[in-house]
């Protein structure tokens, strides 16, 4: 045996025994540790806020749907003062028009999705309803199961709601109105629990 060779084999014995003492198996075979972690579904880090967004508008709370659930998003939303509106019919639309727009690049990315379609719209009571209805343009009982939790669970959430945790909620003029609640079952399972709900007499 050459002296290359025997220096050769005397580092391979020195390398096998300070891996044994180690408590780590030396191996011929390459392993395998599979592919690196990906990027965990709906992380809380996820945010739809710019620093443009924060400097010129208000934030707010909208729920996506997520992993068949429904999560909390921080966005900000401008309040337009120009309409007749009262402060919470504006901020209502303003709710309901980031619920119907399209998730993030990175939102999409963290499997958030949104099926509150858009061009919807929210005006507030009419005669005989009382001070703290808010009336969509379609029965909320025509929306889907996510739809119908992703807009209660945000109006609850929100200066939109009654202060009570509920937020009453109806149709065009005309139709009945319903006192919806969010309850942590509903932003669980929103596809198979209804926003609780109780209809209003006048």
Do not use: W
Not at 15 to 42: K, N, Q, Y
Not at 57 to 77: H, K, M, N, Y
């Amino acid at each position: 045996m050459t002296r290359r060779r025997l220096r050769a084999a005397l580092a391979a014995a020195a390398l096998t025994t300070v891996l044994a003492g180690c408590g780590i198996r030396s191996t011929e075979v390459p392993t395998d540790f599979g592919a690196a972690p990906s990027r965990p579904p709906c992380g809380t880090s996820v945010s739809g806020v710019s620093a443009q967004d924060q400097a010129t508008g208000v934030p707010v709370q909208i729920f996506l749907v997520c992993a068949s659930r429904l999560v909390g998003v921080d966005r900000t939303v401008r309040i337009p003062t120009e309409k007749a509106d009262t402060d919470r019919v504006r901020i209502a639309q303003a709710l309901l028009d980031e619920l119907s727009a399209p998730p993030s690049a990175a939102e999409k990315e963290a499997g958030y999705a949104t099926d509150v379609r858009r061009g919807m719209t929210v005006s507030g009571p009419r005669r005989g309803d009382p001070g703290d209805a808010l009336r969509l343009s379609v029965r909320p009982q025509g929306l889907r199961a996510h739809a119908l939790a992703q807009l209660v669970c945000t109006y609850v959430d929100s200066a939109a709601s009654d202060g009570a945790g509920s937020v009453v909620l109806g149709g065009p003029p005309g139709t009945g109105l319903r006192r919806y609640e969010c309850p942590a079952e509903v932003r669980n399972r929103p596809d198979a629990v209804a926003p609780p709900s109780q209809p209003l007499t006048a």
